[in-house]
């Protein structure tokens, strides 16, 4: 109080203050950091399928492979030629037929880690009158107290569509791949694929850059006055980046001559041997994508893979382990589904005999079953996968 009584009449200065008490760490916060993209699902689709192209072909080879696959309706005693569920696969609605609307199921599965069917139509006991694919990106699961599911949400456009999960069967047919961290959802493998995905954009975005300027990199322009002063004034910078930019930047001034005067002299550089490295970083980045789906690189086309001797190879391959194990997941759980409206003790599955990529292996199945004389017949039938014979005689 003192102080103050003295310190009348003096003119009060505020204290100086920073503009942002955060500036300085916002300055050097991120110094450093790696820049990943957003690892959300419609990034993800962006980035990973439309904005890739090692993505879209991983995704387009497996969801047209899975869905091109036959598929066969049986149930213990006998396999089926004709049966409501069958015609129902065979066009599922008006729009699309068994191939497509499969292609799509098997798209969303593998773009977003979830896929979900929609059954319209059809009353207790019956097979549904058509089948619909739902946007994994605008469904949302809601968990009950329990933890369970007890509805679905959709939603476009602004509003909101609810879809009840009751004791009979739901409406809703929801697909996921295993997620450890997950209850609800499932694991996309563009999420396992996603740093290989930037560094594969990155290094196409570097050779677009590259391109544009005249496919090589930079050169220097040295200035070296005649009185040997070493810097420009500032109209003599000025007009000579507006002239390089002007004259011989980008594609259409590739190869153009340059016309330097005053002191000045081009220095070009050559690439050095991080810039030599970068393809092979790129085609790293592309098996390591092919990797995450399940896809031989040999069939993308990707250089420096030599894990199978021949295409061939690596195409069955791709079918015994990526394509069967995907496809016999995705129509089990259908299959299981749809049984729940007919109850009827029906199974579909493919057909394993008419995949041209699994000839070789099916024929030397058959072969090795044919000759084995200590087995029956049901038991040479239930080994190829084949319903029992009605009226054949009980194995001893």
């Given at each position: 109080m003192i102080l103050d009584f003295f310190r009348q009449g003096q003119e009060q200065v505020a204290p100086e203050q920073k503009a942002s008490a955060a500036g300085r760490?916002?300055?050097?916060?991120?110094?450093?950091?790696?820049?990943?993209s957003p690892?959300?699902?419609a990034s993800l689709m962006?980035?990973?399928?439309?904005?890739?192209?090692?993505?879209?072909?991983c995704v387009k080879l497996l969801a047209e492979a899975a869905a091109s696959l036959p598929l066969v309706l049986q149930d213990e005693v006998m396999r089926y030629s004709a049966h409501p569920v069958l015609d129902l696969v065979k066009r599922p609605n008006m729009a699309q037929g068994r191939a497509e609307l499969f292609e799509v199921l098997y798209g969303q599965l593998l773009l977003s880690g979830n896929a979900y069917l929609e059954a319209v139509g059809g009353g207790e006991g019956e097979c549904p009158l058509e089948l619909h694919v739902l946007r994994s990106d605008r469904m949302s699961v809601l968990p009950g107290g329990d933890g369970w599911p007890v509805a679905y949400e959709y939603a476009v456009s602004?509003?909101?569509?609810?879809?009840e999960v009751q004791d009979g069967p739901s409406a809703i047919c929801h697909?996921?791949?295993?997620?450890?961290?997950?209850?609800?959802?499932?694991?996309?493998?563009?999420?396992?694929?996603?740093?290989?995905l930037d560094v594969h954009n990155s290094a196409s975005r570097w050779s677009k850059a590259l391109l544009d300027n005249a496919a090589r990199p930079s050169g220097a322009i040295v200035y070296k006055g005649a009185e040997g002063q070493g810097s420009l004034s500032n109209d003599q910078y000025d007009r000579l980046v507006s002239e390089m930019e002007t004259h011989h930047q980008g594609a259409r001034n590739a190869g153009r001559p340059m016309l330097l005067e005053g002191g000045l002299d081009w220095r070009p550089m050559g690439f050095s041997p991080s810039d030599m490295e970068?393809?092979?970083t790129k085609e790293s980045a592309a098996r390591e994508i092919a990797l995450a789906f399940g896809v031989p690189p040999m069939l993308l086309g990707i250089p420096g893979d030599a894990t199978y001797a021949n295409y061939q190879e690596?195409?069955?391959?791709?079918?015994?382990?990526t394509v069967l194990p995907l496809a016999t997941r995705v129509v089990a759980g259908v299959s299981e589904w749809l049984k729940g409206f007919t109850e009827e003790p029906v199974e579909l599955r493919p057909d394993l005999d008419q995949v041209p990529a699994l000839a070789v292996e099916r024929d030397a199945q058959w072969a090795r079953v044919t000759g084995a004389d200590f087995l029956t017949t049901a038991e040479k039938r239930e080994m190829l996968g084949l319903p029992a014979l009605s009226g054949e005689p009980a194995d001893v």
């Open positions: 760490v916002v300055a050097w916060g991120n110094a450093g950091r790696v820049l990943w690892r959300d699902t962006r980035t990973g399928f439309a904005g890739n192209p090692i993505g879209f072909r602004g509003r909101k569509h609810r879809f697909l996921k791949n295993f997620h450890p961290q997950d209850d609800h959802y499932g694991l996309s493998p563009l999420q396992a694929a996603a740093q290989a970068f393809q092979k690596a195409n069955r391959a791709f079918y015994r382990l």
